[in-house]
């Protein structure tokens, strides 16, 4: 069954019961109505799903996005078949990376991020926003098998090399 608005919904009430804080970032998504949400080609923005990896060495896992030449947790665009949002970002993770054994320490979002994305002409995407929700795994393994038409290189890095500062702080208690 894929992923519904209403499922959608039950995560980010979860997510702001323990970050009300960040209720701004978080109102486009709860505004939502309509399934459009989740598809790519959505304006201005749609949802993705991130894996916030991190190993026994509190090490977290970024992998190098070809596009945009940055450094980023794995993740990307929901599939038709994805069953829920932290089984999406766990897709993701191992098409990305190799990694299979992810276990997800925590049913709710650790993080939600609204970013920008810019337009790619090569693939007639017009810029938007990516509402990313990132939850947290723990590797079983370090062991890493890039997928080279994904990423160009995925690494084990410290957590201050993670993009937001938020993010970095809420690792702390894990």
């Known amino acids: 069954m894929p992923i519904t608005i209403a499922h959608l919904r039950e995560h980010l009430t979860a997510y702001l019961t323990r970050w009300p804080e960040s209720e701004c970032e978080v109102r486009p998504l709860l505004d939502l109505d309509s399934p459009s949400g989740f598809d790519r080609k959505a304006l201005p923005g749609h949802v993705t799903a991130s894996a916030i990896i991190l190993n026994a060495e509190s090490q977290v896992l970024l992998v190098h996005h070809r596009a945009l030449d940055r450094w980023f947790q794995p993740g990307g665009h929901l599939e ?8 999406a ?3 993701e993770a191992t098409e990305e990376t190799g990694l299979a054994a992810l276990e997800l320490l925590d049913p709710a979002p650790i993080h939600i991020d609204v970013h920008p994305i810019p337009a790619n002409p090569r693939k007639d995407e017009a810029a938007h926003d990516h509402y990313d929700v990132r939850y947290l795994f723990r590797a079983a393994t370090t062991d890493l098998a890039p997928a080279a038409a994904e990423v160009h290189a995925a690494e084990w890095r410290p957590v201050a090399d993670l993009d937001n500062d938020d993010l970095i702080a809420r690792l702390k208690s894990y």
């Open 80 to 87: 038709p078949g994805d069953e829920s949002l932290p089984a």
């Open 89 to 91: 970002a766990r897709r």
